[in-house]
């Protein structure tokens, strides 16, 4: 199963084209620290090449538990991160 990697201004989120109630995280933000892979309980995220977190929409349910554990408070649970 192939996924692509879409990108819409500063979020980057692997899957589908729904994101509501889905995490976005602030690329320009994240310092890649791995706490949110951590706490997620689906894997839903990753950091790939240690740059920045990566959603991947397909397997998040949108739980919040990467968005309370953020130390830059850049991850946000459903709209877009302004």
Known sequence: MSQKCRARSDIIYLGGDDMKQKANVNTELCVACGSCVKVCPRSAISVPDG?????????CVGCGKCAKECPASIIEIGGDIK
């Open 51 to 59: 740059v920045f977190a990566v959603v991947d929409s397909a397997l």
